[in-house]
């Protein structure tokens, strides 16, 4: 397994050993103890898996209180997948990072406590897994507009999103509610 930095501190990109063959393919999605030494030391509580069709946009979700850790990866399809960082009090506060992550590349993006996150579907239909560090709690979840200027998301040309309600009405990154 290798661990690589992004531009923000703390979001990581695994990339997991992945041993092939004509019957297909094997890999550790999960093991504490190459994570630990890695230097990500999570204690994840809930796993949550969705499948979306091409142009759904889902987030850009984070939770006030009991904020949650996120280690994600796709097992169908493709995804543009985006980290925003909502810690106040970090150099980085208000930055992004973007990535395609898909099926065919195994790679992972472990997301700490503090940013925001959220997803495009980029083909045809795409399952996403995550795994979080805390319990979804409806009454803390916010959402910050996926389309604030602010934010500078480069979002894939030629793709219409389709939002939830609430992914449609974020607020914007001046408005938020965010972290220390």
Same mark, same amino acid.
């Given at each position: ?47 949550? =898996? ?19 850790? &996120? ?24 930055? =992004? ?19 925001? =996150? ?12 995550? &795994? ?7 009454? =803390? ?24 309600? &609430? ?14």
């Amino acid at each position: 397994m290798r661990v690589l930095p992004t531009s923000l501190p703390g979001v990581l990109v695994i990339e997991p050993r992945v041993f092939e063959d004509s019957r297909g393919f094997f890999f550790e999605s999960w093991n504490r103890r190459a994570m630990l030494a890695a230097g990500i030391d999570a204690d994840f509580v809930q796993d949550n =898996h969705s499948r979306s069709r091409r142009g759904v946009l889902r987030g850009l979700h984070y939770q006030l209180q009991h904020a949650q850790g &996120k280690l994600v990866r796709v097992v169908a399809g493709e995804v543009l997948d985006v980290a925003v960082d909502l810690r106040r009090s970090s150099a980085t506060f208000g930055r =992004h990072v973007a990535m395609r992550l898909s099926a065919a590349d195994h790679r992972m993006l472990f997301i700490p406590p503090g940013f925001a =996150h959220g997803f495009l579907v980029v083909s045809d239909v795409a399952e996403f897994l995550y &795994k979080t560090t805390d319990y979804w709690y409806p009454e =803390h979840e916010r959402t910050l507009l996926w389309n604030d200027a602010a934010l500078c998301i480069e979002w894939p040309a030629g793709i219409e999103p389709s939002l939830a309600a &609430k992914d449609a009405q974020g607020a914007s990154l001046a408005s938020a509610a965010t972290y220390a």
